[in-house]
């Protein structure tokens, strides 16, 4: 057992740092979103990829996913309170991304 094992940063990276994870939990800050809208709102991941982001983010307990007794078949995704959690972590990343990286600045000190 590793001391990052007991890390609840390393544990909370582990989870959302894998690519595309945060831009679903981002995606779905709004509300339910179906598997075809997180596609189309991720450009360039790939279906099978956000299959497995989704599940293991479910699995988290992060993701809940709701299927509906419908014909055609209906399943929609959405942020579980846990979920919702981590939006705060979202904001700060886009607040950073305003402040340090906005028109493709580098690191640079703002005015």
């Known amino acids: 057992m590793s001391a990052n094992d007991d890390c609840p940063v390393c544990r909370t990276?582990?989870?959302?740092?894998?690519?595309w994870t945060v831009l679903i939990i981002r995606d779905l800050e709004g509300g339910c979103a179906r598997f075809c809208e997180l596609e189309r709102s991720l450009e360039g991941i790939s279906p099978r990829t956000l299959s497995l982001r989704?599940?293991?983010?479910?699995?988290?307990?992060?993701?809940?996913?709701?299927?509906?007794?419908?014909?055609?078949p209906r399943v929609e995704y959405a942020l579980t309170d846990k979920g919702r959690d981590l939006l705060p972590l979202v904001?700060?990343?886009r607040c950073f991304g305003d402040r340090w990286l906005a028109d493709g600045a580098s690191a640079a000190v703002p005015a």
């Open 13 to 19: 990276a582990n989870i959302v740092c894998t690519k």
């Open 54 to 72: 989704l599940r293991d983010l479910e699995k988290e307990g992060i993701v809940e996913r709701r299927q509906y007794p419908e014909l055609p």
């Open 91 to 93: 904001e700060e990343m």
